[in-house]
């Protein structure tokens, strides 16, 4: 490390065009050169900041760690406070596919039984995909009656005092595809 950082800067004065990863490279080159004499300098300083090291180490005392958040190694990791969900919120509105996803997973199922659902709902987008924008219509309308119900349950919907979650209004409004 001494070496490398008392010739860094003369290495990249001298080549300016070289990356950092090929000035390492260089001063490794550099170092495998080097005379037992010139490297004896260094490794001198290695061992001293090495001793250095080991006796501030024989002092060191790590922070006291708070045992009341928890009992589990992972205290480090804080877990995020979930509100509890409100049972009379009104449902989020669906999205003009999954009226379409709804209406044909039967189908899917029924023609592809040993699909998994992942590769089911794969291949109920490549459906949707497919659609013409007049096949569409018809699932955006229920799209957009949802979204009013929605809008209508919402307005009259009243959350509890005690809620520190909020959900907005305009989430609703990118639903629809």
């Known amino acids: 490390m001494f070496f490398a ?4 800067q003369s290495v990249r004065d001298a080549n ?3 990356k950092i990863t090929d000035v390492g490279k260089k001063l490794g080159e550099m170092w495998k050169v080097l005379s037992a004499d010139d ?3 260094y490794e001198t300083m290695a061992s001293n900041d090495k ?3 080991e006796r501030e180490m024989q002092s060191y005392q790590p922070p006291e760690s708070d045992s009341d958040d928890s009992d589990d190694d992972d205290s480090k990791k804080r877990k995020k ?4 969900k409100d049972p009379n919120k009104p449902k989020r509105s669906m999205s003009s596919f999954m009226f379409f996803a709804n209406d044909k997973r039967a189908e899917v199922k029924i023609k592809y039984p040993d699909l998994k659902i992942t590769d089911m709902t794969k ?22 009656k949802d979204k009013d119900r929605y809008r209508l349950a919402m307005t009259n919907y009243k959350a509890p005092a005690d809620s520190s979650s909020s959900e907005s209004d305009s989430d ?3 639903d629809s595809s």
């Open 39 to 41: 490297r004896q300098k």
């Open 81 to 84: 406070k979930v509100a509890k």
């Open 51 to 53: 001793q250095r090291y």
């Open 5 to 8: 950082n008392d010739k860094r």
């Open 172 to 174: 609703s409004d990118s």
């Open 123 to 144: 291949k109920l987008a490549e459906m949707w995909k497919a659609l013409s924008e007049d096949e569409k219509k018809k699932y955006e309308q229920q799209a957009n």
């Open 16 to 18: 300016p065009e070289l």
